[in-house]
């Protein structure tokens, strides 16, 4: 079925380093989401991308849409400890409300 | 506004057991979405319903239930409980495409 895959699952980052994750398709998305999920909490949307190449910024986060709309990429500049969680991408093959959604990559924040 | 409300927030049920969960979205949203997290599988998709009307499923067994209310309220429903549907149903609402709002969820632990 179709699927995406997220690398790395794990990840430890240092505070005020940065980081990227990763998510890839082997079919081509109609778009794709980005959710968050805090420890003990639930799932809660960034963003989502639509256009190929698309880049869209929030902050310290910088999300990416691959040309082709297969892969995408979320990277957090100088992380700091509340961007501790599972980051989550889920996507939309066919423009309906049918997310497939990534395993997740679980960020640890050493202080 | 209020957010998406899950009850029961947790339940212990034995093998063999059936369950009800229920939904309310937020007001306004006529797309209930249904997601099963494990730890080591991520969210899979359950099923969607938009205007009581299921319009897009997973792949779970029928075991897996759900129904929307003219309200907009959504239950899911499983029967025959296994040791393997431990996990945390997550429900989730939106206009009909676009950004999910979770919520909480209902852990299940079956025993």
């Known amino acids: 079925g179709q699927q995406v895959m997220q690398i790395p699952q794990y990840q430890h980052v240092q505070e005020g380093e940065d980081f990227t994750t990763y998510c890839n398709s082997s079919t081509t998305l109609s778009n794709i989401q980005w959710y968050k999920q805090r420890p003990g909490g639930h799932p809660v949307f960034l963003i989502q991308l639509v256009k190929s190449g698309e880049v869209k910024k929030q902050k310290r986060l910088t999300f990416q849409f691959g040309e082709a709309k297969k892969n995408s990429s979320l990277h957090i500049t100088a992380t700091q400890t509340t961007d501790v969680g599972t980051y989550f991408c889920?996507?939309?093959?066919?423009?309906?409300?049918?997310?497939?959604f990534g395993k997740g990559n679980q960020v640890v924040v050493i202080p | 506004k209020a957010g998406v409300t899950q009850t029961p927030r947790y339940l212990i049920k034995t093998r063999g057991q059936q369950v009800t969960l229920s939904c309310s979205p937020i007001s306004g949203h006529r797309s209930v979405s249904w997601y099963q997290q494990t730890p080591g599988q991520g969210l899979q998709f359950l099923f969607e319903?938009?205007?009581?009307?299921q319009r897009n499923k997973g792949n779970f067994p029928g075991r897996f239930s759900g129904r929307q209310f003219s309200n907009s309220r959504s239950e899911m429903n499983v029967s025959t409980l296994e040791l393997g549907d431990s996990a945390l149903y997550l429900c989730?609402?939106?206009w009909g495409t676009g950004e999910l709002f979770f919520g909480e969820g209902s852990r299940l632990t079956v025993l």
């Open positions: 889920a996507g939309n093959y066919d423009g309906n409300n049918r997310l497939a």
């Open positions: 319903y938009f205007s009581e009307t």
């Open positions: 989730a609402s939106s």
